[in-house]
T-cell receptor, first 114, second 116 residues
Framework: AQKITQTQPGMFVQEKEAVTLDCTYD???????LFWYKQPSSGEMIFLIY??????QNATEGRYSLNFQKARKSANLVISASQLGDSAMYFC???????????FGTGTQLKVEL | GAGVSQSPRYKVAKRGQDVALRCDPI?????LFWYQQALGQGPEFLTY????????KSGLPSDRFFAERPEGSVSTLKIQRTQQEDSAVYLC??????????????FGPGTRLTVL
Protein backbone atom coordinates (compact mmCIF):
# COMPACT_ATOMS: atom_id res chain seq x y z
CA ALA A 1 0.00 0.00 0.00
CA GLN A 2 1.09 3.55 -0.69
CA LYS A 3 1.18 6.22 1.98
CA ILE A 4 2.03 9.92 2.11
CA THR A 5 2.79 11.61 5.43
CA GLN A 6 2.75 15.35 5.97
CA THR A 7 3.56 16.07 9.61
CA GLN A 8 3.06 19.84 9.59
CA PRO A 9 -0.61 20.74 9.82
CA GLY A 10 0.23 24.45 9.72
CA MET A 11 3.21 26.63 8.89
CA PHE A 12 3.88 30.35 9.08
CA VAL A 13 6.48 32.21 7.04
CA GLN A 14 7.31 35.85 6.59
CA GLU A 15 7.00 37.41 3.19
CA LYS A 16 10.17 37.07 1.08
CA GLU A 17 11.51 34.26 3.25
CA ALA A 18 11.94 30.64 2.13
CA VAL A 19 9.88 27.82 3.62
CA THR A 20 10.14 24.03 3.51
CA LEU A 21 7.06 21.83 3.63
CA ASP A 22 7.80 18.24 4.63
CA CYS A 23 6.61 15.10 2.90
CA THR A 24 7.59 11.49 3.41
CA TYR A 25 6.24 8.59 1.42
CA ASP A 26 6.07 4.83 1.56
CA UNK A 27 5.77 2.46 -1.36
CA UNK A 28 7.29 -0.83 -2.41
CA UNK A 29 6.89 0.04 -6.08
CA UNK A 30 10.27 0.90 -7.68
CA UNK A 31 8.65 3.30 -10.13
CA UNK A 32 6.63 6.22 -8.82
CA UNK A 33 5.99 9.92 -9.25
CA LEU A 34 5.73 12.56 -6.57
CA PHE A 35 3.62 15.68 -6.96
CA TRP A 36 2.90 18.81 -5.02
CA TYR A 37 -0.41 20.60 -5.38
CA LYS A 38 -1.60 23.93 -3.98
CA GLN A 39 -5.22 24.32 -2.92
CA PRO A 40 -6.29 27.90 -2.22
CA SER A 41 -9.51 28.67 -0.42
CA SER A 42 -11.35 28.61 -3.76
CA GLY A 43 -10.91 24.84 -3.71
CA GLU A 44 -9.22 23.92 -6.96
CA MET A 45 -6.03 21.86 -6.92
CA ILE A 46 -3.18 23.58 -8.72
CA PHE A 47 -0.22 21.50 -9.88
CA LEU A 48 3.13 22.88 -8.73
CA ILE A 49 5.92 20.40 -9.34
CA TYR A 50 6.69 16.77 -10.24
CA UNK A 51 9.58 14.43 -9.39
CA UNK A 52 10.01 11.01 -10.93
CA UNK A 53 11.59 8.23 -8.89
CA UNK A 54 14.33 7.74 -11.46
CA UNK A 55 15.13 11.42 -11.89
CA UNK A 56 18.72 12.12 -10.91
CA GLN A 57 18.23 15.81 -10.27
CA ASN A 58 15.83 17.61 -7.99
CA ALA A 59 12.92 19.20 -9.81
CA THR A 60 12.57 22.98 -9.95
CA GLU A 61 9.75 25.18 -11.24
CA GLY A 62 10.30 28.88 -10.73
CA ARG A 63 10.17 29.57 -6.99
CA TYR A 64 9.35 25.94 -6.23
CA SER A 65 11.92 23.22 -5.81
CA LEU A 66 11.61 19.68 -4.60
CA ASN A 67 14.24 18.30 -2.22
CA PHE A 68 14.14 14.62 -3.19
CA GLN A 69 15.99 12.24 -0.87
CA LYS A 70 15.20 8.78 -2.17
CA ALA A 71 16.98 6.81 0.55
CA ARG A 72 15.00 8.68 3.20
CA LYS A 73 11.80 8.52 1.15
CA SER A 74 11.27 12.22 1.48
CA ALA A 75 10.14 14.80 -1.05
CA ASN A 76 10.06 18.18 0.65
CA LEU A 77 8.78 21.26 -1.16
CA VAL A 78 10.84 24.43 -0.87
CA ILE A 79 9.20 27.74 -1.71
CA SER A 80 11.65 30.59 -2.07
CA ALA A 81 10.82 34.29 -1.67
CA SER A 82 7.36 33.66 -0.23
CA GLN A 83 4.51 35.89 -1.36
CA LEU A 84 1.18 36.65 0.27
CA GLY A 85 -0.51 34.76 -2.55
CA ASP A 86 1.29 31.59 -1.48
CA SER A 87 -1.04 31.29 1.51
CA ALA A 88 -2.96 28.07 0.86
CA MET A 89 -3.15 24.38 1.66
CA TYR A 90 -0.36 22.33 0.13
CA PHE A 91 -0.68 18.63 -0.65
CA CYS A 92 2.01 16.10 -1.41
CA UNK A 93 0.82 13.20 -3.57
CA UNK A 94 2.17 10.06 -5.21
CA UNK A 95 1.42 7.97 -8.27
CA UNK A 96 2.82 4.46 -8.48
CA UNK A 97 3.20 2.02 -11.34
CA UNK A 98 0.03 1.93 -13.39
CA UNK A 99 -0.50 5.48 -12.20
CA UNK A 100 -4.25 5.63 -12.02
CA UNK A 101 -4.78 6.93 -8.51
CA UNK A 102 -3.07 9.76 -6.71
CA UNK A 103 -2.47 9.10 -3.03
CA PHE A 104 -2.53 12.37 -1.08
CA GLY A 105 -1.21 13.42 2.29
CA THR A 106 -3.30 15.33 4.80
CA GLY A 107 -1.87 18.66 3.72
CA THR A 108 -0.04 21.60 5.26
CA GLN A 109 -1.78 24.96 5.68
CA LEU A 110 0.76 27.68 4.85
CA LYS A 111 0.22 31.26 5.91
CA VAL A 112 2.49 34.01 4.64
CA GLU A 113 2.72 37.03 6.88
CA LEU A 114 3.91 40.58 6.27
CA GLY B 1 -8.19 27.60 -22.77
CA ALA B 2 -10.89 25.68 -20.98
CA GLY B 3 -9.89 23.64 -17.99
CA VAL B 4 -11.84 20.96 -16.19
CA SER B 5 -15.30 22.18 -15.23
CA GLN B 6 -17.72 20.74 -12.73
CA SER B 7 -21.36 21.40 -12.00
CA PRO B 8 -23.04 22.24 -9.83
CA ARG B 9 -20.41 23.97 -7.69
CA TYR B 10 -22.59 23.56 -4.61
CA LYS B 11 -25.30 21.04 -3.90
CA VAL B 12 -27.47 20.68 -0.82
CA ALA B 13 -29.44 17.46 -0.54
CA LYS B 14 -31.76 16.04 2.05
CA ARG B 15 -30.77 12.69 3.43
CA GLY B 16 -32.12 9.97 1.19
CA GLN B 17 -32.15 12.03 -2.00
CA ASP B 18 -30.25 11.04 -5.12
CA VAL B 19 -27.70 13.46 -6.58
CA ALA B 20 -25.78 13.67 -9.86
CA LEU B 21 -22.50 15.53 -10.20
CA ARG B 22 -21.14 16.40 -13.62
CA CYS B 23 -17.57 16.70 -14.85
CA ASP B 24 -16.44 18.14 -18.18
CA PRO B 25 -12.79 17.20 -18.68
CA ILE B 26 -10.31 19.03 -20.85
CA UNK B 27 -11.16 18.26 -24.46
CA UNK B 28 -9.32 15.23 -25.77
CA UNK B 29 -8.16 14.01 -22.39
CA UNK B 30 -8.15 10.25 -22.25
CA UNK B 31 -8.11 9.71 -18.52
CA LEU B 32 -10.68 10.92 -16.00
CA PHE B 33 -10.60 10.56 -12.24
CA TRP B 34 -13.01 11.24 -9.37
CA TYR B 35 -11.84 12.02 -5.85
CA GLN B 36 -13.67 12.70 -2.58
CA GLN B 37 -12.27 15.29 -0.20
CA ALA B 38 -13.69 15.41 3.30
CA LEU B 39 -13.29 18.59 5.32
CA GLY B 40 -9.70 19.05 6.47
CA GLN B 41 -8.44 15.99 4.62
CA GLY B 42 -6.60 15.23 1.43
CA PRO B 43 -8.55 13.96 -1.57
CA GLU B 44 -9.20 10.24 -1.76
CA PHE B 45 -9.48 8.32 -5.00
CA LEU B 46 -12.90 7.06 -6.03
CA THR B 47 -12.72 5.85 -9.62
CA TYR B 48 -10.81 6.06 -12.92
CA UNK B 49 -11.91 6.01 -16.56
CA UNK B 50 -9.82 5.48 -19.64
CA UNK B 51 -12.02 6.86 -22.39
CA UNK B 52 -15.43 5.27 -21.72
CA UNK B 53 -14.07 2.27 -19.82
CA UNK B 54 -14.17 2.35 -16.04
CA UNK B 55 -10.91 0.59 -15.25
CA UNK B 56 -10.79 1.11 -11.50
CA LYS B 57 -13.66 1.68 -9.11
CA SER B 58 -11.92 0.40 -6.02
CA GLY B 59 -12.36 3.68 -4.14
CA LEU B 60 -16.14 3.90 -4.38
CA PRO B 61 -17.27 3.66 -0.74
CA SER B 62 -20.50 1.77 -1.31
CA ASP B 63 -22.86 0.53 -3.97
CA ARG B 64 -24.77 3.79 -3.58
CA PHE B 65 -22.00 5.43 -5.62
CA PHE B 66 -22.02 5.01 -9.37
CA ALA B 67 -20.00 6.74 -12.09
CA GLU B 68 -20.24 6.70 -15.85
CA ARG B 69 -18.57 8.21 -18.89
CA PRO B 70 -20.61 6.79 -21.76
CA GLU B 71 -19.00 8.64 -24.66
CA GLY B 72 -15.54 9.02 -23.27
CA SER B 73 -15.85 12.71 -22.49
CA VAL B 74 -18.33 14.04 -19.90
CA SER B 75 -18.63 12.01 -16.72
CA THR B 76 -21.35 11.83 -14.08
CA LEU B 77 -20.95 10.70 -10.50
CA LYS B 78 -24.25 9.61 -9.02
CA ILE B 79 -24.93 9.06 -5.34
CA GLN B 80 -28.12 7.32 -4.41
CA ARG B 81 -29.93 7.67 -1.09
CA THR B 82 -27.43 10.22 0.19
CA GLN B 83 -26.22 9.99 3.78
CA GLN B 84 -24.67 12.68 5.97
CA GLU B 85 -21.27 11.01 5.68
CA ASP B 86 -21.38 11.68 1.94
CA SER B 87 -20.92 15.41 2.64
CA ALA B 88 -17.63 16.35 1.02
CA VAL B 89 -16.08 18.09 -1.95
CA TYR B 90 -16.06 15.88 -5.03
CA LEU B 91 -13.15 16.62 -7.32
CA CYS B 92 -12.82 15.57 -10.92
CA UNK B 93 -9.46 15.44 -12.71
CA UNK B 94 -8.38 14.60 -16.23
CA UNK B 95 -5.11 13.84 -17.94
CA UNK B 96 -4.04 13.68 -21.53
CA UNK B 97 -2.50 10.23 -21.49
CA UNK B 98 -3.22 6.77 -20.32
CA UNK B 99 -2.38 6.72 -16.65
CA UNK B 100 1.26 6.26 -15.69
CA UNK B 101 3.28 7.41 -12.73
CA UNK B 102 4.37 10.70 -14.28
CA UNK B 103 1.04 11.78 -15.68
CA UNK B 104 -0.11 15.14 -14.39
CA UNK B 105 -3.75 15.33 -13.47
CA UNK B 106 -5.64 18.59 -14.01
CA PHE B 107 -8.32 19.23 -11.44
CA GLY B 108 -11.66 20.96 -11.64
CA PRO B 109 -12.98 23.33 -8.96
CA GLY B 110 -14.99 20.61 -7.27
CA THR B 111 -18.61 20.20 -6.19
CA ARG B 112 -19.30 20.78 -2.52
CA LEU B 113 -22.04 18.40 -1.45
CA THR B 114 -23.84 18.99 1.83
CA VAL B 115 -26.32 16.37 3.00
CA LEU B 116 -28.73 17.56 5.67
Amino acid sequence: AQKITQTQPGMFVQEKEAVTLDCTYDTSDPSYGLFWYKQPSSGEMIFLIYQGSYDQQNATEGRYSLNFQKARKSANLVISASQLGDSAMYFCAMLTGGGNKLTFGTGTQLKVEL
Amino acid sequence: GAGVSQSPRYKVAKRGQDVALRCDPISGHVSLFWYQQALGQGPEFLTYFQNEAQLDKSGLPSDRFFAERPEGSVSTLKIQRTQQEDSAVYLCASSSEVAWEGNEQFFGPGTRLTVL
